[in-house]
């Protein structure tokens, strides 16, 4: 099956710094999915941040970006499915996301006939409360213990290998600070299962592939970055 991906879009109507140019993302998306539409895609995941905010961005235009880019991603008709990034936390809640955008709250499984997709979310402070409610910081992502054992049902659960989204990285080989803190816990229960086929990341901009455990950690570059346009097809 073909698998269409992107992140780090980092939507917003403010001008960002770094290199960013988020207020492009709208139509950076809009070329991914054409090309996601065009490839006969399957099914297609955002990895996280799919919007921001700066310094002239109120909570009513990060809502509108937020809407506006899921109704575009909606428009194509592939299933889609937002695996939540720290910046996704920053001006609303969850519960605003579901209402706004029919927004699904991980964690949770995607089965298909060939594959089952487990979507994550680690915006949990060391304290386990999510970033919307604790606050976000993004050096201090955490999966807490009741993800932890979705985790494990999920993958004894199943006869079908198994795909693994999560924003955040589980992957030890990037920046120390885009590491989610009990990833190593994480790592052991996939290698442990010996079902999952691939595990799937954002966050860390500049992107990385690494094979643990023979089992492959890709993590996109970010599409925000400069006026690249960086999204991702994988036939597995």
């Known amino acids: 099956m073909k698998i269409g991906l992107f992140t780090d879009s980092h939507y917003c109507k403010s001008q960002l710094g770094g290199g960013r140019d988020s207020r492009a993302s709208l139509e950076k998306i809009r070329v991914s999915m054409e090309a996601f ?32 880019a899921m109704e575009l991603i909606n428009s194509y008709g592939i299933p889609f499915y937002l695996v939540p990034g720290n910046h996704d936390y920053l001006m609303m809640k969850a519960e605003e996301l579901v209402e706004k955008a029919g927004y ?71 920046q ?34 690494a094979v643990i455990d023979n089992i492959p950690y890709i993590t996109l570059a970010a599409m925000c970055e400069n006026k690249n346009n960086y999204f991702k097809i994988l036939n597995i």
């Open 37 to 68: 539409k065009q490839e006969g895609v399957d099914i297609c995941f955002c990895l996280g941040d799919l919007t921001d905010h700066g310094p002239t961005d109120t909570k009513e235009t990060v809502e509108k970006c937020f809407i506006e």
């Open 104 to 174: 699904r709250i991980p964690p949770y499984v995607v089965s298909t006939e060939e594959l089952d997709f487990i979507v994550l979310d680690a915006n949990y402070r060391s304290n386990m409360v999510r970033f919307d409610i604790a606050g976000v910081e993004w050096t201090d992502s955490n999966l807490p213990p009741q993800q932890i054992e979705f985790l494990k049902k999920a993958l004894y659960d199943t006869s079908r290998k198994c795909v693994v989204l999560v924003h955040e990285n589980l992957d030890p080989s990037v």
């Open 176 to 209: 120390e600070w885009h590491i989610i803190k009990n990833s190593e816990e994480v790592r052991g229960i996939i290698k442990q299962s010996g079902r999952v086929k691939l595990v799937l990341q954002g966050h860390y901009h500049l992107g990385a592939n």
